[in-house]
T-cell receptor, first 115, second 111 residues
Framework: DTAVSQTPKYLVTQMGNDKSIKCEQN?????MYWYKQDSKKFLKIMFS???????INETVPNRFSPKSPDKAHLNLHINSLELGDSAVYFC??????????????FGSGTRLTVV | GQNIDQPTEMTATEGAIVQINCTYQ??????LFWYQQHAGEAPTFLSY????GLEEKGRFSSFLSRSKGYSYLLLKELQMKDSASYLC????????????FGTGTKLQVIP
């Protein structure tokens, strides 16, 4: 029973396309996140939602639009994909903002390749 | 992360002890995380330090010195399965409670 599940696991698409990545957690956590991990393995925060409300939006191009229909789901829609968007995108959740001693629980990642 | 420094790579022998260091700079600090990430997999939570000192959790221990902006992760009795990247991350104080990750230390355990 996967705690944080994201789909798809792999996504190959052409430049200019629009795509979505879905994330769901069954842990009852209040806070969810999207992180981007580039080829150098640098894990950078993109967005954070707490109880469906946007808390953190880290200078991400507005081609990226997160949506949280309820606190168990946080989806990421990307418009007009560019080559530089190629990366692994991780969804994560935590009981509360900042996680503290509980840490984050990460999904298995979505490897996005833009060609 | 621009304000987190860790060695890029380390190699250690099976059965040995290895210490992975992390230094950080931040204007407001609330705590320090360590995560393990195997190649092609998601990061998994190892430890969280708020107060100065050493926290032990089985074969893994984590140390924090807030005044020095310094932490280390100590892995004892190394096993081959410990080959992974180890990510240091700090939790910022303030309303947003943002977690900033370092680029990680890739540890290779050799026989």
């Amino acid at each position: 029973d996967t705690a944080v599940s994201q789909t798809p696991k792999y996504l190959v698409t052409q430049m200019g396309n629009d795509k979505s990545i879905k994330c769901e957690q069954n842990l009852g956590h209040d806070t969810m996140y999207w992180y981007k991990q580039d080829s150098k393995k640098f894990l950078k925060i993109m967005f954070s939602y707490n109880n469906k409300e946007l808390i953190i939006n880290e200078t991400v191009p507005n081609r990226f639009s997160p949506k949280s229909p309820d606190k168990a789901h946080l989806n990421l829609h990307i418009n007009s994909l560019e080559l530089g968007d190629s990366a692994v995108y991780f969804c994560a959740s935590s009981p509360r903002q900042g996680a503290g001693e509980d840490g984050y629980t990460f999904g298995s990642g979505t490897r996005l390749t833009v060609v | 992360g621009q304000n987190i420094d860790q060695p890029t790579e380390m190699t250690a022998t099976e059965g040995a002890i290895v210490q992975i260091n992390c230094t950080y700079q931040t204007s407001g600090f609330n705590g320090l995380f360590w995560y393990q990430q195997h190649a092609g997999e998601a990061p998994t939570f190892l430890s969280y330090n708020v107060l100065d000192g050493l926290e032990e959790k089985g074969r893994f221990s984590s140390f924090l010195s807030r005044s020095k902006g310094y932490s280390y992760l100590l892995l004892k009795e190394l096993q081959m399965k410990d080959s992974a990247s180890y990510l240091c991350a700090h939790l910022d104080s303030g309303g947003y409670q943002k977690v900033t990750f370092g680029t990680g230390t890739k540890l290779q355990v050799i026989p």
